[in-house]
């Protein structure tokens, strides 16, 4: 279901979460692809300045609305090194946008978060289908998984 140039774009997001850990935020990368397979936008977590909501799929959810046509936004694909917080997922519904492929789930990171003692988050990871039922989504692609987690875990030392 995930092709070799999908795993590329998943692969990018997982090295801009590595580019936010090593810029002092947290690791979360995410790649806004078009249908015909171009990546169109990409960011990663922006949260270190004090703004909690500078999650990259938030950012890319008002990217896709101010520079893609409404069939456009259907049409492509966010990928994402870990899955869309409801936050995300309600701005990805409400743009709407198209697939979402990510490389964790949120049952995952909290999971991770949890060995690592971390705190509850202020919102709970609740699935993307939970809050956005006709987005489809794919993932966790388990290949990612071990570094991920070690990413997140060198966040949680700091
Ligand atoms: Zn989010």
């Keep these: 279901m995930i092709s070799e ?11 801009l979460a590595a580019e936010a850990l090593a810029d ?11 249908a015909s397979g171009e990546r169109l936008a990409e960011d990663r977590n ?5 703004d909690r909501t500078r999650h990259p799929e938030f950012e890319l959810a008002r990217w896709a609305a101010a520079n ?10 966010v990928f994402t090194s870990g899955e869309h917080c409801p936050m995300c997922a ?3 519904a409400w743009v709407g946008l198209g697939r979402i ?14 060995e690592i003692g971390a705190g509850a988050p202020p ?28 990413l997140h875990h060198e966040c949680h030392k700091r």
């Design 5 to 15: 140039a999908e795993l590329g774009h998943l692969r990018r997001c997982v090295d």
């Design 24 to 34: 002092g935020d947290e690791p979360f990368g995410s790649v806004l692809v078009s």
């Design 46 to 50: 922006r949260v270190a300045g004090g």
């Design 68 to 77: 893609l046509t409404p069939e456009e936004r259907a049409a492509a694909t």
């Design 90 to 92: 309600a701005a990805h």
């Design 101 to 114: 492929v990510y490389a964790a789930s949120s049952a995952q990171l909290v999971a991770w978060l949890t």
């Design 123 to 150: 919102v709970n990871p609740l699935p993307v289908q939970e809050i956005a039922p006709h987005v489809t989504v794919e993932g966790p692609v388990e290949r990612f998984a071990d570094e991920l987690r070690a």
